[in-house]
């Protein structure tokens, strides 16, 4: 006689549609839109990735550069070896954008209820900002699962703050890291309010301090290889990650002038090419050649980073402030920044409207809000820019979500007042 209380649960049906629909998605991006599309540049390697890659099969990891030490190269690196090509990647990909769908799905569930899950799992699965870079060789859409990944896990160490979960969130948080290193706020965030919470004695919170100590241990124990091996290319130099923070800090200076806030000229070709000039001048400065030499690229323009928040400390909060909006939406031209502008003013609004329900009851919608917040204010003082926020569209969704939902309950609440009305004219 069968247990029954053994038995699998059967998948929910909602988790199979947003599986779905993202797969299907996927792939009309990929074999139908992409190539005739003329909003962003269709050529399939823009930034040279899958160049690095088949340069490590060649001399192996030879030379510390920003792009070179990301995660991304590498996943390329193992596809080429194992004799996979570019088709391959584009199912990676695939695979990326539906996993983030249905972890999507699972968080709207857990934090609020099945009907927040599906629809924010329908929400990802179309949004034009993930689907836009499925098609070719960015790293934004293994970033976006990493990252998405990541606040599930924290989502279980949230409830469960175990030293086996704090090693798994550790363990995934620094790959994700790794895949792009503006996630590490994101992470030191979490393991703050965690701290401060316990700390304050809250009912309910558990002792999170074993966890924690396991997460940043599985961090370390992650990261030093990839650090030691950095030290060894560069000859001694220490470079836990990448290079490319002071120039990233530089370039938000000149991507949020007037004229590129307000996308009067393409950021990404004026404001590019005036960031350019100014490294090659910083560069000639301390007797180097730009892009010679990345580390000591970063040496020199932290230099400059100093000087200019010593001397103008004015322009340094500015860009900040302003970069905390350019976040949203600053992309190549004024016609495809309309589309994360207006995306991201209807999924706020829609946040906005479940904000006091959530409060109202208890919920741990801050989980997913911390996410959003850590990484806008972390990026707006780097080069705030639109594409930046793609890895947290996932957490606005399921609070957007969640306000379609509590739009629907109260509209279902006020549907019997309306309809007693209608009787009583009759």
Same mark, same amino acid.
């Given at each position: 006689?069968?247990?029954?209380?053994?038995?699998?649960?059967?998948?929910?049906?909602?988790?199979?549609?947003?599986?779905?629909?993202?797969?299907?998605?996927?792939?009309?991006?990929?074999?139908?839109?992409?190539?005739?599309?003329?909003?962003?540049?269709?050529?399939?390697?823009?930034?040279?990735?899958?160049?690095?890659?088949?340069?490590?099969?060649?001399?192996?990891?030879?030379?510390?550069?920003?792009?070179?030490?990301?995660?991304?190269?590498?996943?390329?690196?193992?596809?080429?070896?194992?004799?996979?090509?570019?088709?391959?990647?584009?199912?990676?990909?695939?695979?990326?954008?539906?996993?983030?769908?249905?972890?999507?799905?699972?968080?709207?569930?857990?934090?609020?209820?099945?009907?927040?899950?599906?629809?924010?799992?329908?929400?990802?699965?179309?949004?034009?900002?993930?689907?836009?870079?499925?098609?070719?060789?960015?790293?934004?859409?293994?970033?976006?699962?990493?990252?998405?990944?990541?606040?599930?896990? @924290?989502?279980?160490?949230?409830? %469960? *703050?175990?030293?086996?979960?704090?090693?798994?969130?550790?363990?995934?948080?620094?790959?994700?890291?790794?895949?792009?290193?503006?996630?590490?706020?994101?992470? @030191?965030?979490?393991?703050?309010?965690?701290? +401060?919470?316990?700390?304050?004695?809250? *009912?309910?919170?558990?002792?999170?301090?074993?966890?924690?100590?396991?997460?940043?241990?599985?961090?370390?124990?992650?990261? @030093?290889?990839?650090?030691?091996?950095?030290?060894?290319?560069?000859?001694?130099?220490?470079?836990?990650?990448?290079?490319?923070? *002071?120039?990233?800090?530089?370039?938000?200076?000149?991507?949020?002038?007037?004229?590129?806030?307000?996308?009067?000229?393409?950021?990404?070709?004026?404001?590019?090419?005036?960031?350019?000039?100014?490294?090659?001048?910083?560069?000639?400065?301390?007797?180097?050649?730009?892009?010679?030499?990345?580390?000591?690229?970063?040496?020199?323009?932290?230099?400059?980073?100093?000087?200019?928040?010593?001397?103008?400390?004015?322009?340094?909060?500015?860009?900040?402030? +302003?970069?905390?909006?350019?976040?949203?939406?600053?992309?190549?031209?004024?016609?495809?920044?309309?589309?994360?502008?207006?995306?991201?003013?209807?999924?706020?609004?829609?946040?906005?409207?479940?904000?006091?329900?959530?409060?109202?009851?208890? %919920?741990?919608?801050?989980?997913?809000?911390? *996410? +959003?917040?850590?990484?806008?204010?972390?990026?707006?003082?780097?080069?705030?820019?639109?594409?930046?926020?793609?890895?947290?569209?996932?957490?606005?969704?399921?609070?957007?979500?969640?306000?379609?939902?509590?739009?629907?309950?109260?509209?279902?609440?006020?549907?019997?007042?309306?309809?007693?009305?209608?009787?009583?004219?009759?």
């Amino acid at each position: 006689m069968t247990d029954t209380s053994q038995q699998q649960r059967p998948i929910p049906w909602e988790l199979l549609l947003v599986a779905g629909v993202a797969l299907a998605a996927a792939l009309t991006m990929i074999l139908v839109v992409f190539g005739k599309q003329d909003l962003v540049a269709n050529y399939h390697d823009p930034y040279e990735y899958g160049r690095i890659a088949r340069g490590f099969m060649e001399h192996g990891f030879d030379k510390l550069t920003r792009r070179a030490a990301m995660l991304y190269p590498h996943l390329l690196w193992v596809v080429y070896e194992l004799g996979g090509g570019d088709n391959v990647v584009r199912a990676l990909h695939t695979f990326f954008h539906v996993a983030s769908c249905c972890l999507v799905f699972l968080l709207g569930r857990k934090l609020f209820n099945a009907r927040t899950g599906l629809l924010a799992g329908l929400f990802m699965a179309v949004n034009p900002m993930i689907l836009r870079y499925v098609a070719d060789m960015h790293t934004e859409t293994m970033l976006t699962f990493m990252v998405t990944l990541t606040v599930w896990l @924290a989502v279980r160490f949230h409830q %469960r *703050p175990s030293v086996w979960n704090g090693i798994l969130l550790g363990v995934v948080g620094m790959l994700a890291v790794l895949t792009k290193g503006v996630v590490l706020p994101i992470l @030191a965030a979490f393991g703050a309010i965690w701290l +401060v919470r316990w700390l304050r004695k809250r *009912p309910a919170v558990p002792n999170p301090i074993p966890g924690l100590v396991a997460m940043v241990l599985a961090m370390a124990v992650v990261v @030093a290889p990839w650090t030691y091996r950095n030290y060894k290319v560069t000859g001694g130099r220490f470079v836990p990650l990448t290079p490319g923070t *002071p120039d990233a800090f530089l370039r938000g200076y000149i991507f949020t002038k007037w004229e590129y806030i307000t996308l009067q000229r393409a950021p990404y070709e004026f404001a590019e090419t005036e960031s350019n000039d100014l490294f090659k001048r910083i560069a000639k400065e301390n007797g180097t050649v730009f892009e010679l030499d990345e580390v000591q690229d970063d040496v020199n323009n932290n230099k400059e980073v100093k000087r200019m928040i010593r001397e103008h400390p004015f322009l340094t909060v500015r860009k900040v402030f +302003v970069g905390l909006f350019t976040f949203w939406y600053e992309m190549t031209s004024l016609k495809n920044s309309l589309v994360p502008f207006t995306l991201a003013l209807i999924n706020w609004g829609l946040a906005f409207q479940g904000f006091r329900r959530a409060r109202r009851e208890r %919920r741990d919608w801050w989980l997913v809000l911390v *996410p +959003v917040l850590a990484l806008n204010i972390f990026v707006a003082m780097l080069v705030p820019l639109g594409r930046y926020s793609v890895p947290i569209l996932p957490c606005l969704a399921i609070l957007a979500a969640f306000g379609v939902d509590t739009l629907l309950q109260k509209r279902a609440a006020r549907q019997p007042a309306l309809d007693l009305r209608a009787q009583a004219k009759s």
